[in-house]
């Protein structure tokens, strides 16, 4: 990835387990950190309409044909609202890397989807169906799946947004913005 590449990070707005839907937020970021645009959208508190809404959220910018990738924090917004990373990819000839900080324990996460969906095998299949690897940093490890790049370009793209910790900044900034619109000031980790 070529420097001053445009990504897309998404991330969610803190919210209750008994509100309807929850704020998503996009960063369009200029790497390594340069804050080119936001845009928002909506997802059902732990509906199954999120790729929907990403996708929805890609195609009707002005800027889709300059998002060079779309960068999600977790594969899930507003609770379990799992995306369907393939299908975004799809649908929006965009790659799409989802990152998070710790290393899943899906033995824990079928429990829990068990105890709360129907559909909870469906749910678990979109959260395992790619492979999640490690992103090494300067400091604690990311780990993260993706589609439509080589995983080498993954890295280097989250390598070149990383500024400062781990956390690349098109997912930290779209962290900042969503919380500070729901609580009124930015807080919690990405």
Not at 36 to 58: F, H, N, P, Q, Y
Not at 96 to 106: A, G
């Amino acid at each position: 990835m070529k420097n001053q590449t445009r990504i897309l990070g998404i991330d969610d707005s803190p919210f209750k387990f008994e509100d309807e839907d929850s704020l998503v937020v996009g960063a369009l970021v200029r790497a390594p950190n340069y804050l080119e645009a936001v845009m928002r959208t909506r997802a059902k508190v732990d509906g199954m309409d999120s790729t929907d809404r990403l996708i929805e959220l890609v195609h009707g910018s002005r800027y889709k044909a300059q998002i060079k990738a779309v960068m999600i924090d977790g594969i899930a917004l507003a609770g379990f609202n799992v995306i369907d990373v393939e299908r975004l990819y799809e649908s929006t000839s965009v790659p799409v890397l989802t990152v998070t900080r710790d290393q899943p324990d899906f033995k824990e996460i079928e429990s829990a989807l068990k105890k709360h969906f129907t559909d909870w095998k469906d749910r678990l299949g979109l959260m395992t169906r790619l492979d999640m690897k490690q992103i090494r940093t300067e400091h604690k490890p990311l780990f993260a799946c993706g589609v439509g790049l080589d995983w080498l370009d993954f890295e280097e793209l989250a390598r070149q947004t990383t500024v400062r910790g781990s956390l690349p900044e098109p997912l930290r900034i779209a962290h900042l913005i969503s919380s500070a619109l729901v609580l009124g000031e930015s807080r919690g980790r990405a």
